[in-house]
């Protein structure tokens, strides 16, 4: 188990793994099992959801607004100021710039991501188109 600070550390290194794009590097932060919202990805569909992301946002880059981390658990606020391509959970954005949030938590399991639950607040990008 780490602690509260090593804990912060790794998840500010896993951030900046996927600012680089360095999808090489991912498994030293994601779990071979990993789970987002209650799927089972593991880490190839886990690694597919995030460059898709970067597909279809170019500019997307990973800010933290806010985070709490306990000695298996980060919550985190992720802000995002970008450029989505075309259309954007559902909703016509089209290279127009928006600005966003997402609640993140994440389960920790021998130092690495085992599960992700994610919120983005859709409702925020809508106010602004």
């Known amino acids: 188990m780490q602690d509260n600070a090593d804990l912060a550390d790794r998840y500010r290194a896993y951030i900046d793994c996927l600012n680089r794009q360095d999808w090489d590097s991912l498994g ?3 779990d071979g099992d990993a789970e987002h919202n ?3 990805f593991g880490l190839a569909g886990y690694r597919a959801m995030l460059e898709q992301d970067f597909q279809a946002i170019p500019d997307l880059h990973f800010s933290i607004g806010l985070m709490v981390c306990n000695p298996t658990h980060v919550a985190a606020r992720l802000d ?3 450029t989505p391509a075309g259309v954007f959970l559902g909703l ?3 290279g127009c ?3 966003f949030s997402e609640n993140v938590f994440y389960e920790f399991h021998a130092g690495k991501i085992r599960s992700v639950w994610s919120v983005i607040d859709k409702m925020a990008i809508e106010a602004q188109l």
């Open 28 to 30: 030293l932060y994601v």
């Open 38 to 40: 209650g799927r089972p």
């Open 80 to 82: 995002f100021d970008c």
């Open 92 to 94: 016509p954005v089209n």
């Open 97 to 99: 710039r928006i600005t």
